[in-house]
């Protein structure tokens, strides 16, 4: 599997440190804290990405969103502007993709000026596009292009927790 984190070009100690601890296999767990917009509890496997990359593989063999495995979607992205955020997660509903996971978790969206995407305007879009899923959603999780971008592992057994507004990852079981 594959670990979606930080690259060559933006390691930093404080990045290093859980990656190799994760590649080594001495952290057995990582539990992420951010903004509750829709509750309940999310079980499943961890599908983390770009948003505009996986928008891209809608449609594709290489969209890995099986039916018959609960997935836990975790998405960030740079540079995006809301309305075209708004426009990916609205492909993300109409291909009937998001009513396949157990829940979203949302890292950062960065890269886009307050001015154009204040916070305000990020809570609204999450809960108009994912709110009413039926789901868990959790957004603005330390993860994606900036500073704090640890580990999340491909496949890795997962929980997003709607009500108190965590992401939780286990190395192996759950």
Known sequence: GGIHGPVLTTLTAATAAPLFAWLMGTMDSLTLTGRAIAGGVGRGRLLPGNLCVATHLIGTDLMPIPAESPWILALE???????????MLTHWRLSGLLHRVAGVALGQFSGVSEERASPSRWLSLWGDRLGDLGIPVVCDLAFGHGEDNPPLALASPAMLDGDRGCLQIWRHGD
Request: net charge negative.
């Open 77 to 87: 992205d740079v540079g995006e502007e809301p309305y075209r955020v708004d426009r």
